[in-house]
């Protein structure tokens, strides 16, 4: 089986939750004998378009252009990736996987699989809303919201990494889309190899703002 991957951001190159995810699902299923491809953005020094890094194909299928604009997600850094996911019409695969940020791959990749008769499967890493989205962006925060909303109802099924971005995709998305809860995996025999720290600590916490004003709001 061939499955192709999109995202925009790669590990590790560009190092995250989401890259991270891809990199432990795609390289291990390489592992196991399947057909992996990564379509994402020019990371890689030299001007070769494709390459093989742990048994996964990566082909850059645009230019690398900057995530982040100041502080906030490139919005031209969106539209001229998710512009360039409309090539893999001419490229072969079984599957296609698309992560959800930064939405608008979304709206390409369901084209591409309408038109070659594929199943698409997207994967949402957390939801916003259109609360959240005009607090970042301001009045033009209501057409992200509007391009949210429109996302979740393309993919033939969704992969949430989480109860709370599940949730999330029912209540604020009303979202109908068959959704499957696979949350992030953590290596567990590693963890228990760590040495314990001299150093002590009232409350320790790593993540993102959305994660950690749930945690706050849990413990307050």
């Known amino acids: 089986m061939r499955i192709a991957f999109v995202s925009d951001a790669i590990y590790p190159y560009h190092k995250g939750g989401k890259e991270k995810r891809l990199y432990e699902m795609s390289t291990r299923l390489a592992k196991k004998g399947f057909d992996v491809h990564v379509y994402c953005m020019h990371w890689w020094d030299g001007p070769e378009k494709d390459r093989i890094e742990n048994g996964v194909y990566l082909h850059a299928i645009s230019k690398l252009y900057p995530l982040y604009t100041s502080e906030r997600r490139s919005i031209k850094e969106g539209i001229l990736f998710g512009l360039a996911c409309l090539k893999l019409v001419t490229k072969n695969f079984d599957v296609l996987d698309v992560d959800h940020m930064p939405i608008f791959p979304i709206f390409s990749c369901w084209v591409v699989a309408k038109l070659k008769n594929k199943k ?28 949210e909303w429109m996302a979740v109802r393309l993919p033939d099924n969704i992969v949430s990494i989480s109860s709370h971005t599940t949730k999330r995709l029912v209540t604020i998305l009303n979202c ?17 190899n760590v040495k314990p720290s001299n150093k002590h600590y009232d409350v320790m916490f790593a993540g993102r703002h959305l994660i950690k004003t749930l945690f706050l709001t849990t413990f307050m």
């Open 176 to 192: 109908k889309t068959n959704i499957i809860e696979i949350p992030v995996g953590v290596d567990l025999a590693k963890l228990k």
């Open 120 to 147: 698409m499967i997207a994967v949402w890493n957390e939801v916003w809303g259109r609360k959240y989205w005009v607090d970042y962006m301001g009045l033009s925060g209501n057409i992200a919201a509007l391009l």
